[in-house]
C-alpha cells in the first residue's frame, strides 16, 4: 500500500503571500489532519478532514483553511504568511474505523518564509 | 487546557547505555502514544497505550502507563545509535483519538 505523500517537499515564500500545500493520503484512509511542527517542538493539531468537511479544528486562525477532495487528498492554504508560520507542516492520514488511532504521516512540506 | 510535558529535552548517550524518557500531564488521558521521527520524516507510531499501570515491549524499548493515565515513560535498553531521532509522547486531543496532542519532545541522539 503507498504511504501519505506530500508536496512540494520545501518552499519559500515571503510575508504576506499566500501558499497551499497538498496531501495524498494513504490508500484506504478516508480522514486526514494537519500538523505545524516548529522546529525542535511537537507537532501542532491544525485540523482535520473527513467527507470533505472540517471535523474539528486546533488554535488556529482563519487564515488556515483546507480542504478535502472526493478521493480524500487534502489541500492546506495559508494566507497572509506572516515569519512565525515557518515550520514543517505535516499530514496525517487515518481510517474511521477500529484503527482510526493508527496515524501514518507524511514526510511533510518545509516552509519557510522570510 | 491539555498539556504533555516530556523530559529530558535533549540527550546525548553514548551506544551500549539504558535511558528513560518521561511524558507528564495534569489531565487524565484515556491513551497515549509514543512515536519516534527521524530527520526529513514525520513521526512514526511505536506503540499506544490504554490502560493504566500497562507496560508494553518493543524490542529493546520498554513502555509504561502511568497508573492514573497521566504519564508515561519510554525505556531504552542498550542503546543504538539507529535509536537516533526525536522521541513524542502524543495523546487524544479533546477526546478525540484521531486527533492528537503531542508532547514537547526529545531529542535522543546515540554516538557509537
Known amino acids: 500500500e503507498t504511504g501519505v505523500t506530500q508536496s512540494p517537499t520545501h518552499l519559500i515564500k515571503t510575508r504576506g503571500q499566500q501558499v497551499t500545500l497538498r496531501c495524498s493520503s494513504q490508500?484506504?484512509?478516508?480522514?486526514v489532519s494537519w500538523y505545524q511542527q516548529a522546529l525542535g517542538q511537537g507537532p501542532q493539531f491544525i485540523f482535520q478532514y473527513y467527507r470533505e468537511e472540517e471535523n474539528g479544528r486546533g488554535n488556529f486562525p482563519p487564515r488556515f483553511s483546507g480542504l478535502q477532495f472526493p478521493n480524500y487528498s487534502s489541500e492546506l492554504n495559508v494566507n497572509a504568511l506572516e515569519l512565525d508560520d515557518s515550520a514543517l507542516y505535516l499530514c496525517a492520514s487515518s481510517d474511521s474505523g477500529a484503527r482510526a488511532n493508527v496515524l501514518t504521516f507524511g514526510a511533510g512540506s518545509r516552509l519557510t518564509v522570510l | 487546557t491539555q498539556l504533555l510535558e516530556q523530559s529530558p529535552q535533549f540527550l546525548s548517550i553514548q551506544e551500549g547505555e539504558n535511558l528513560t524518557v518521561y511524558c507528564n500531564s495534569s489531565s487524565v488521558f484515556s491513551s497515549l502514544q509514543w512515536y519516534r521521527q527521524e530527520p526529513g520524516e514525520g513521526p512514526v507510531l511505536l506503540v499506544t497505550?490504554?490502560?493504566?499501570?500497562e507496560v508494553k515491549k518493543l524490542k529493546r524499548l520498554t513502555f509504561q502507563f502511568g497508573d492514573a493515565r497521566k504519564d508515561s515513560s519510554l525505556h531504552i535498553t542498550a542503546a543504538q545509535p539507529g535509536d537516533t531521532g526525536l522521541y513524542l509522547c502524543a495523546g487524544p486531543y479533546g477526546g478525540a483519538t484521531n486527533k492528537l496532542i503531542f508532547g514537547t519532545g526529545t531529542l535522543l541522539a546515540v554516538q557509537p
Open positions: 497505550v490504554v490502560t493504566g499501570g
Open positions: 490508500s484506504g484512509h478516508n480522514t
